[in-house]
C-alpha cells in the first residue's frame, strides 16, 4: 500500500538531497573562518561590543580603521559618538579581550554620557534657549550632571 504512495523514486531524490545538504553543512563548517574572513575584508567600521545600560539606552565601542569610539544612543535622542583616546583602551581590542580596564571604561561611558547630555542640551537650546542655562550648568558640574541624567531616566521610565 505504502509503495503506491510512495515510490522508490521519491525516497531515492530525498536521499540525495539530504546528502547534498550534509555535505554542504561539513564544506561550510570547515571553511568558515575563510568565509568570514573573506566576508568582513572590505569593512572599515565594526562594532567590538554592545551593551545595554537601561531599556531605551545602549553603549556601542566602535572602531573605524583603527580608532576607537564609544557610541551611546537613547530612544528618541540622537546617538552621540565620543573618541577613545589610545592610552584608555588598555590591550588590543582585535584580540577579543576586555577592551578598557574598569577605571577607564567608567570615565569613558561618563565622557560619553557628558556629551551625550551636551547633545541633548543643544536641542534643548533650539527649542527653548530659556533651557540651555540649567543644561550647560549641568554638563559642567558632574554632580549636578549625574542629578540631571537621573531625573531624565525617570521621566522617559513613566513613558
Do not use: C
Amino acid at each position: 500500500m505504502y509503495t503506491n504512495i510512495i515510490g522508490t523514486q521519491q525516497i531515492v531524490i530525498t536521499a540525495a538531497f539530504l546528502g547534498v545538504m550534509i555535505l554542504l553543512l561539513i564544506i561550510l563548517r570547515k571553511k568558515s573562518t575563510v568565509i568570514r574572513a573573506s566576508m568582513k575584508a572590505g569593512k572599515r567600521i565594526s562594532i567590538v561590543e554592545d551593551t545595554a545600560v537601561s531599556p531605551t539606552e545602549r553603549l556601542r565601542l566602535v572602531t573605524i580603521d583603527t580608532k576607537v569610539f564609544i557610541m551611546v544612543s537613547a530612544k528618541g535622542h540622537a546617538p552621540s559618538l565620543v573618541p577613545l583616546t589610545t592610552g584608555d583602551m588598555g590591550p588590543s581590542i582585535k584580540e577579543n579581550q576586555p577592551a578598557v580596564p574598569d577605571a577607564k571604561k567608567e570615565a569613558a561611558i561618563s565622557g560619553a554620557m557628558q556629551a551625550h547630555a551636551a547633545a541633548k542640551a543643544f536641542n534643548d537650546t533650539r527649542e527653548e534657549p530659556a533651557k540651555a542655562q540649567t543644561s550647560q550648568s549641568a554638563i559642567d558640574d558632574p554632580q549636578a550632571f549625574a542629578k540631571t541624567f537621573q531625573s531624565w531616566r525617570q521621566q522617559n521610565a513613566v513613558r
